[in-house]
């Protein structure tokens, strides 16, 4: 496995490349949602490291939604927001506001879990177009639970 700040690169036993990375898709002007990608590539071009615990095979991926949202937020001049403004959000569908103009679902994260018991956690990252990855169980165990995954 290869991590840099863009892609996530995952060599497959049989020499296929997984790269994992971030979709922009532009909802509106000036409202942007970003999304895990990944694509299968027939050959890797890298050598990749692997990670001990995922490499015996048996894994299980689950894949995540998320959502990316506006709001508005006219009333909040004082804060330094103008009048008619709008804030932008991204979290997990429970976390979607009853006041959202504009709703962008999208697949936010990836976890893939090992049968040893490890998991890592790919996901959108704070930054504009980076991947996160998770590797510390008690994180990847507290994603999870946020997104109410007991599986």
């Known amino acids: 496995m290869a991590v840099a700040d863009h892609e996530v690169t ?9 790269r994992l990375g ?11 949602a970003y999304r895990i990608r990944a694509e299968v590539e ?3 071009g890298i050598l990749g490291v692997p990670v001990e615990d995922f490499i015996e095979g048996g894994n299980d991926v689950v894949l995540f939604t998320g959502v990316t949202w ?5 009333a909040m001049t ?6 008619g403004s709008s804030m932008h959000f991204s ?23 090992s049968g040893a018991g490890r998991g890592i956690l790919f996901r959108t990252g704070l930054r504009p177009g980076t991947v996160e990855v998770e590797r510390n169980p008690e994180k990847v ?7 109410g995954y007991d599986g």
């Open 42 to 44: 027939p050959s890797p």
């Open 70 to 74: 506006s709001e508005p937020h006219g």
């Open 91 to 113: 979290g997990h569908p429970a976390q979607l506001s009853q006041s959202a103009e504009v709703v962008c679902v999208t697949t936010d994260a990836v976890v893939v879990a």
């Open 78 to 83: 004082g804060e330094g927001l103008r009048e």
């Open 10 to 18: 995952v060599i497959l036993r049989d020499g296929r490349a997984v």
């Open 141 to 147: 165990r507290a994603f999870l639970l946020e997104r």
């Open 22 to 32: 971030i979709d922009t898709a532009e909802v509106e002007a000036l409202f942007d």
